[in-house]
């Protein structure tokens, strides 16, 4: 069997022990979860436990996450294809490339410019045309395209960032996880159509800290 067909085997095991098995169940997530090949978002070093249920380091003190964990988040969304979505720590771009196959447009906002660079040129190396790339605090959002439909934070914020507040769409949906620096809660914050918050705390999670002026 040649590389490519392994990983596929791999992904498709990931997909029903880590993912299905676990109850996630939004038939649109699955397919993006079986589609996007997440090995190549994987350094070289690590590219043989890219399928495996854990994080992996990336470089900068960063990781990807562990594949249930972009599948749950990415399942919270409830995307239905038309949402404009921000996502906060495009980290390796592999979450982002997921959220590519399932929304129309995705904004993806990083502090690391080497991560950054290296997440836009796998992005680019697949195909997707509808992911757009930031250098920035991420904290702050990214106020010239908002509002937005959807948020997803991948690191850990100490608080639900304000700025990140005023950029989600009433009606709209954030997931981000929020505690301290080493144990958070997964958390979902729907803005209702007055403004007001209804905040879900979900389960416990740990991930690299949220850096900025609304962060760690």
């Not at 996502?87 to 990083?110: D, M, N, P």
């Not at 290296?118 to 920035?136: C, D, M, P, W």
Request: hydrophobic residues 40%; charged residues 25%; glycine residues 8%.
């Amino acid at each position: 069997m040649d590389r490519e067909s392994l990983f596929e085997e791999q992904r498709k095991r990931m997909v029903e022990r880590q993912i299905v098995a676990r109850g996630v169940r939004d038939p649109r997530v699955i397919q993006a979860m079986l589609k996007v090949p997440r090995h190549l978002f994987v350094p070289e070093p690590y590219r043989s436990e890219a399928y495996q249920d854990h994080p992996l380091p990336i470089g900068y003190g960063q990781t990807i996450s562990q594949p249930y964990m972009v599948a749950a988040m990415t399942e919270l969304l409830e995307l239905t294809g038309d949402e404009k979505v921000l996502e906060i720590g495009t980290g390796s771009g592999y979450q982002a490339a997921i959220l590519a196959e399932l929304a129309r447009e995705v904004y993806t906002v990083e502090r690391i410019p080497e991560l950054l660079e290296r997440a836009k040129q796998v992005i680019e190396s697949l195909g997707y045309t509808n992911v757009h790339f930031k250098l920035a605090d991420g904290t702050l959002g990214w106020p010239e395209h908002a509002p937005f439909d959807r948020i997803i934070v991948t690191a850990a914020a100490p608080d639900i960032p304000q700025p990140l507040i005023d950029q989600l769409k009433p009606g709209g949906i954030m997931v981000i996880p929020v505690g301290s620096r080493y144990l958070q809660t997964l958390t979902k914050v729907i803005k209702k159509p007055n403004g007001k918050l209804q905040v879900k705390e979900l389960f416990g999670c740990a991930f690299v800290p949220l850096i900025g002026e609304f962060g760690y």
